[in-house]
């Protein structure tokens, strides 16, 4: 079981940064992949960014050159970076781990004024 607890989000104006963090209950190492998954009402959950054990990054081609996803020094936290902004951005931010299973955490609202 891997519990995930999302902080950083809040309301920014466009062309803004806020930074995620999403805290493990166990080294992030351990799992396969660990990501960030963002929903709108009324849409389907959309990945956002991954990254695997090894360091390797995907990101939706939305995002691309403007959020950075990457794991911290303490070895269970995973950050999103998110740059420039856009009204669009705006969402709830889920953190997401895979350990066979997949694991959720509770969502954080990011909002982005025009």
């Known amino acids: 079981q891997v519990q995930l607890v999302e902080s950083g989000g809040g309301l920014v104006q466009a062309g803004g940064s806020l930074r995620l963090s999403c805290a493990a209950s166990?080294?992030?190492?351990?799992?396969?992949?660990m990501g960030w998954y963002r929903q709108t009402t009324g849409k389907q959950r959309e990945l956002v960014a991954t990254?695997?054990?090894?360091?390797?990054?995907n990101y939706a081609d939305s995002v691309k050159g403007r959020f950075t996803i990457s794991k911290g020094n303490a070895k269970n936290t995973v950050y999103l970076q998110m740059n420039s902004l856009k009204p669009e951005d705006t969402a709830v931010y889920y953190c997401?781990?895979?350990?066979?299973?997949?694991?959720w955490g509770q969502g954080t609202q990011v909002s982005v004024s025009s």
């Open positions: 997401w781990g895979s350990l066979g299973s997949d694991y």
């Open positions: 990254i695997t054990r090894g360091g390797s990054t």
């Open positions: 166990r080294l992030i190492n351990s799992l396969n992949t």
